[in-house]
């Protein structure tokens, strides 16, 4: 099928979230081998609370998302699939380009890809050796950011801009093999990368279980 643009301001009515412009070819879903594995770090993640949907949360909308670097580009899970326990191979999206200072995302798929595809995409650029992304929302490791000696992105930087893509890719060059970045101007939002999966899962994990021993600790 042929591409179909998307300006910002259509993206935004259509999804709710979607910030960038969107050129997306509806069509058939993506194929790799490293759909297992990510689905399973995407459900784990989801069992943790940091993918999820809530209606007492960020105005009930869904919440976090993963994604993997394959050949000509990356997949990503699908935009408002965080309420849902399991997703198939066509609830992710191939992102076949990204320009990120003129906020727009190329993608196919049968469904468009998360609001934070730019922000996935900034991650891979900074890092060619990075192979996955996880985006979450941890209100324990948002506010123990600093004393976890996390990299902070500026609270002015929102999510799913141009401003947040270039804050996170100065945060990986600095740790290019893998990292966990707080995005402080993204309600509880957290972001996860690494050379591999378990890199990348692995760390996140640890890093919310040593905020739960920050957060204990100071309980009187």
């Known amino acids: 099928m042929p591409v179909k643009s998307l300006p910002a301001a259509d993206a935004v009515l259509g ?7 969107l050129d997306f070819s509806r069509g058939r879903a993506p194929r790799w081998p490293g759909y297992p594995r990510l689905e399973s770090w995407r459900r784990i993640l989801r069992r943790l609370g940091m993918i999820g949907q809530d209606p007492a949360r960020y105005g009930g909308l869904a919440f976090g998302n993963v994604s993997q670097r394959v050949p000509g580009g990356f997949v990503i899970s699908a935009t408002q699939t965080g309420g849902r326990d399991r997703l198939g191979v066509e609830d992710y999206c191939l992102v ?8 727009r995302i190329v993608a196919c798929g049968v469904h468009p890809p998360s609001s934070e595809a730019l922000t996935h995409a900034a991650v891979y650029r900074a890092a060619p050796q990075v192979t996955a992304v996880f985006h979450g929302h941890s209100p324990e490791i948002w506010h123990c950011g600093e004393a976890l000696g996390l990299g902070l992105t500026p609270p002015t930087a929102g999510y799913g801009t141009p401003a947040l893509a270039r804050a996170v890719m100065a945060r990986v060059r600095c740790r290019p093999q893998a990292g966990v970045i707080v995005m402080a101007g993204h309600e509880d939002g ?3 990368y690494g050379i591999s999966l378990s890199r990348a899962g692995t760390l996140l994990t640890t890093v919310l279980a040593r905020a739960l021993t920050l957060e204990i600790g100071g309980e009187r």
Request: glycine share 6%; proline share 0%.
């Open 15 to 21: 999804e709710g979230v979607i910030r960038y412009r």
């Open 190 to 192: 957290i972001l996860a």
């Open 96 to 103: 076949t380009a990204a320009e990120i200072e003129a906020n």
